[in-house]
């Protein structure tokens, strides 16, 4: 049997923790196995209990999210980070993702969404929320002007800039092979290839790279 995936909850209300972790802890392949309620003490959780992924709240007392997800991401092993946050165009969101969050959710999302969410992260076949992530980084390029391109880009072959073109736009592995017509296991070989030639940690760092350089 698979093992469940291991979630820490970071975040000043203890409410909404609670909540959270009921709706995690009601599903066979999902386990909570820590919370925190400021960001230091989330960095201590989660070096504790090494989870898969942690959510964590943006704005909290002691420690914001944003430095706490910066330390956590400096930890060798470390785990998916998923920014939590109270409206959609959240620049501290965005700012939490530039350091290596693997994504944000609204904080009044549905249990279904959430669920997903998580799922998403985890297998990292799909950026969660994607229109949303789109939409927030689109917000950030507009206040300011591109960078260059790279020198690491020009080293994507046709194909691998075809399937960039698409993971930025938002699309899953199984969206990209049926676009394609190629098989998943292709689509995912490619999208790996793409991250480790560009030194990026995961496909949301990939729409970070691509609005970032004006490539979308």
Do not use: C, W
């Amino acid at each position: 049997m698979t093992s469940p995936i291991r979630v820490v909850l970071v975040d000043d209300q203890a409410l909404f923790r609670a909540g959270i972790r009921m709706v995690l802890d009601s599903q066979p392949d999902l386990e909570v196995v820590g919370e925190a309620s400021d960001g230091r003490e989330g960095i201590e959780v989660v070096r504790a209990t090494r989870p898969d992924i942690v959510l964590m709240d943006v704005r909290m007392p002691v420690m914001d999210g944003l430095a706490a997800t910066a330390e956590i991401l400096r930890d060798p092993g470390a785990p998916r980070v998923v920014v939590l946050t109270t409206f959609d165009l959240d620049e501290a969101a965005a700012r939490a993702i530039q350091h290596g969050a693997s994504g944000f959710l609204l904080k009044d999302s549905d249990p279904e969404f959430l669920l997903s969410a998580v799922r998403t992260v985890h297998a990292g076949s799909a950026v969660i929320a994607a229109q949303a992530t789109r939409d927030l980084f689109a917000h950030i390029a507009e206040a300011g002007a591109s960078e260059p391109v790279p020198p690491s880009y020009a080293a994507l072959t046709d194909r691998e800039r075809e399937i960039f073109a698409l993971a930025a736009a938002g699309l899953s592995n199984a969206e990209i092979a049926a676009r394609e017509f190629l098989s998943e296991a292709t689509v995912k070989t490619h999208v790996s290839r793409i991250l480790t030639k560009l030194s990026l940690r995961d496909r949301v760092q990939l729409v970070v790279f691509a609005y970032r350089h004006g490539l979308v």
